[in-house]
């Protein structure tokens, strides 16, 4: 398994690994291998976005169109409204973006696609570079973006990375055909 994630060892600065074979303890906040990675900052400013578009926009709509002459009909506001209604949506969207790991696998929600891995499909984790966020290469030859852990969000991001190579250590080791079963 080719792994470029820094500090990407499985229990890097995480302490001994739980009776059983599992991963490493998880995330600080959680003390969960299996917690959800989710952006930080990212979700911050998508939430504020997200609250501040709909009340901007509706306020907008509301208001404005009383000031200038009444020259705006019901349609314009309607449509400013939406256009408030859509920004938000977006950011929503972009707040909602999350990484559950589970022992059979990893559901990655990013902007615009939902995809679910086995962990036999991951073949490595790549964070580093000018990339803003974890690249997981799998077995098909593809690469999937899993924009849950960004680099904007500092160390947290490095070891949110590091946590889930060791995901993919633990429960992605692919298992090597027994001696009968080579041809």
Same mark, same amino acid.
Request: glycine share 14%; net charge negative; hydrophobic share 45%.
């Given at each position: 398994?080719?792994?470029?994630?820094?500090?990407?060892?499985?229990?890097?600065?995480?302490?001994?690994?739980?009776?059983?074979?599992?991963?490493?303890?998880?995330?600080?906040?959680?003390?969960?291998?299996?917690?959800?990675?989710?952006?930080?900052?990212?979700?911050?400013?998508?939430?504020?976005?997200?609250?501040?578009?709909?009340?901007?926009?509706?306020?907008?709509?509301?208001?404005?169109?009383?000031?200038?002459?009444?020259?705006?009909?019901? %349609? *314009?506001? !309607?449509?400013?409204?939406?256009?408030?209604?859509?920004?938000?949506? $977006? +950011?929503? @969207?972009? #707040? /909602?973006?999350?990484?559950?790991?589970?022992?059979?696998?990893?559901?990655?929600?990013?902007?615009?696609?939902?995809?679910?891995?086995?962990?036999?499909?991951?073949?490595?984790?790549?964070?580093?570079?000018?990339?803003?966020?974890?690249?997981?290469?799998?077995?098909? %030859? *593809?690469? !999937?973006?899993?924009?849950?852990?960004?680099?904007?969000?500092?160390? $947290? +991001?490095? @070891?949110? #990375? /590091?946590?889930?190579?060791?995901?993919?250590?633990?429960?992605?080791?692919?298992?090597?055909?027994?001696?009968?079963?080579?041809?």
């Amino acid at each position: 398994m080719t792994d470029t994630t820094p500090d990407a060892t499985p229990d890097a600065g995480r302490g001994p690994a739980p009776e059983g074979g599992g991963p490493a303890t998880g995330s600080p906040a959680s003390g969960d291998a299996l917690a959800p990675f989710r952006p930080r900052r990212g979700r911050a400013v998508a939430l504020a976005t997200t609250w501040c578009s709909l009340a901007l926009f509706g306020a907008i709509a509301v208001i404005i169109p009383t000031q200038v002459d009444g020259r705006w009909n019901l %349609g *314009d506001r !309607l449509m400013f409204f939406g256009l408030g209604a859509v920004i938000a949506f $977006l +950011a929503w @969207r972009y #707040a /909602s973006i999350v990484a559950r790991p589970s022992r059979e696998g990893l559901v990655v929600r990013n902007l615009v696609v939902t995809r679910r891995l086995e962990w036999s499909e991951v073949v490595g984790v790549q964070f580093g570079g000018g990339e803003p966020w974890v690249s997981l290469d799998l077995e098909d %030859g *593809d690469t !999937l973006a899993v924009m849950a852990i960004q680099k904007a969000d500092g160390d $947290l +991001a490095g @070891r949110e #990375a /590091s946590r889930l190579a060791a995901l993919v250590q633990a429960f992605g080791e692919t298992r090597e055909p027994d001696a009968g079963e080579r041809g």
